[in-house]
């Protein structure tokens, strides 16, 4: 069975940091790109990084310079991490992967790209993160 787990969300002051996991199984990150994505309620789901089997990544503008994408290949786990949190990073954060490295990326860059719950292989059910001021 394929399952995608975030963790790492939680309550943290303007500034602070948090590192976000994405445990995957039924699959290898030898195989697949694994993306990030927030949203918040009301609003457009907004793509924020991936990184290929290969190691190949990309992070979006908004969060560049603060936000570093990286692997464990050993442990099957992506992680994201946030520095420098603002109070506008408080969002539902997601992982997702695909087979299709191109796709993936799309979905990050372009607000047209595959982003929704069907349009990429699979999906985590998110984790809360919540910046205050």
């Known amino acids: 069975e394929v399952q995608l787990v975030e963790s790492g969300g939680g309550l943290v002051q303007t500034g602070g940091s948090l590192r976000l996991s994405c445990a995957v199984s039924?699959?290898?990150?030898?195989?697949?790109?694994i993306g990030w994505f927030r949203q918040v309620p009301g609003k457009e789901r907004e793509g924020l990084s991936c990184i290929s089997p290969d190691g190949s990544n990309y992070v979006a503008d908004p969060v560049k310079g603060r936000f570093t994408i990286s692997k464990d290949n050993a442990k099957n786990t992506v992680y994201l991490q946030m520095n420098s949190l603002k109070v506008e990073d408080t969002a539902v954060y997601y992982c997702?992967?695909?087979?299709?490295?191109?796709?993936?990326?799309?979905?990050?860059?372009?607000?047209?790209?595959?982003?929704?719950?069907?349009?990429?292989?699979?999906w985590g059910q998110g984790t809360q993160v919540t910046v205050s001021s």
């Open positions: 997702a992967a695909d087979r299709d490295w191109l796709k993936l990326l799309h979905g990050i860059v372009a607000d047209t790209g595959a982003r929704g719950p069907d349009e990429l292989d699979y």
């Open positions: 039924g699959f290898t990150l030898d195989d697949y790109t």
